[in-house]
Each structure stands twice: as C-alpha cells, then as structure tokens.
C-alpha cells in the first residue's frame, strides 16, 4: 500500500469544473482501477487499465475520464458531465494475473462548492 | 448481470463472541475471493483471501469458508476484540473480464466492550 499515492487527499470543485485526480504507483503492476465510494456504499468501478495505453469503462464511467500513458500513472478526470461527484475516490493496483489481490491508494475526497 | 450480495449490512457483538458475514456471487466463473477492512475514512486493507481450489483458509482469529457449488463464501471472525470494528467489504473476481472485482456493500461491524 506504501507504494501507492494519490493526491491531492481533498478537493473541491466549483459548478462546469473538471478536475483530476493523481494516482501513482512505484510497485511496477500493471493493472490500475479507479472506484467510487459514497457514503455507507461499496466501492463501484469507474475505470481499470490492464496496460499502458489501454483502458475499459467500468460500472459508472458516465462522467469521468482516464489516460494511461505511463505505467506508474493513472489519472482520473471528473468532467461537467458528472452530476454528482461528491464521494470518496480510491485507487488501486495490482500486478494484472487474473485473480490478484488489488492493493488500495489512501484515496481523494471531492467535494462540491 | 454480475452481482455480489453481503450480509448482513450491520452487525454487533459482544467483545469475545464470533461474528460471521455471508457473501454470494453471481458467477460461476469468479475463482478469487478477498476480504477487505476499511476503517472510517481510510482506504480497504486486504485482511484475507482464498482461491477456488480452496474451501477454506485461516489465519490466526479470521477465517474464510467457500462454497462453490452454492456460489457463496463467508468472513468467520473469531474472538472479537473492539479495533475489529471496522466496515468489512468481500469482492469476487470476474474471470471472464479481466479479473475485475466486483464488492460487496459492505458490512459494518461494532465489537462492544
């Protein structure tokens, strides 16, 4: 877990803002997620990458956006178009097998002014 | 579609006493089932996996049972102490995309002194 850093630890988006979310691993695994977790819910997934330069939508990707250009990196935009972004964002590797355990970041919180 | 059912969404016990939570899934394909710990505003810490060549793994006082045939798998704590309350969150990975974890909702567990 050490070997994961996202930040910023909390953010505040204005009305019509995109905002990015950092996330940075140096345990060298290939698969990156990104998970949604509101209040006394589950963790949803947004985004997931299994490689450099590729990516798939996850359960709500309605409003977000990723890149993955580097192995190390996989930020998340939240975009306009997301309606209700208020939640607590997590990151989380793992080394890509099938069946790996996922390691989590110390997540984002975002909030709406 | 792809689902993962846990129970119960809150349960308390006496410091001392077991606590069991039950998960199900969906897919008869998933062949991977970690346990999660998160505490209040912290990330999900693996506490426990097991694989489907498994029915059952132990760690000190945490336990995990899986029943395949009937598609479901349980968290057995034993001996529980107060720094055991915590929401606990189980996933079972998805063979056929990826390996992707679907979670549970989570349940959340107060260990009374």
């Known amino acids: 877990d050490g070997g994961i850093t996202q930040s910023p630890k909390y953010l505040f988006r204005k009305e019509g803002q995109n905002v990015t979310l950092s996330c940075e691993q140096n345990?060298?695994?290939?698969?990156m997620y990104w998970y949604r977790q509101d209040p006394g819910q589950g963790l949803r997934l947004i985004y997931y990458?299994?490689?450099?330069?590729?990516?798939q939508k996850g359960d709500i990707a309605e409003g977000y956006s990723v890149s993955r250009e580097k192995k190390e990196s996989f930020p998340l935009t939240v975009t306009s178009a997301q309606k209700n972004p208020t939640a607590f964002y997590l990151c989380?590797?793992?080394?890509?097998?099938?069946?790996?355990?996922?390691?989590f970041g110390p997540g984002t919180r975002l909030l709406v002014l | 579609g792809e689902n993962v059912e846990q129970h119960p969404s809150t349960l308390s016990v006496q410091e001392g006493d077991s606590a069991v939570i039950k998960c199900t899934y969906s897919?008869?394909?998933?062949?991977?089932f970690p346990w999660y710990k998160q505490e209040l505003g912290k990330r999900p810490q693996l506490i426990i996996d097991?694989?489907?060549?498994?029915g059952e793994k132990k760690d000190q006082r945490i336990a995990v049972t899986l029943n395949k045939t009937a598609k479901h798998f349980s968290l057995h704590i034993t001996e529980t102490q107060p720094e055991d309350s915590a929401v606990y969150f189980c996933?079972?990975?998805?063979?056929?995309?990826?390996?992707?974890?679907?979670f549970g909702q989570g349940t959340e567990l107060s260990v009374k002194p």
């Open positions: 989380a590797t793992a080394t890509g097998s099938i069946g790996e355990t996922q390691y």
């Open positions: 345990l060298n695994h290939d698969a």
């Open positions: 990458s299994q490689i450099v330069n590729d990516f």
């Open positions: 897919d008869s394909a998933s062949n991977y």
């Open positions: 097991i694989r489907s060549n498994v």
């Open positions: 996933a079972a990975s998805f063979y056929n995309q990826g390996g992707k974890l679907i």
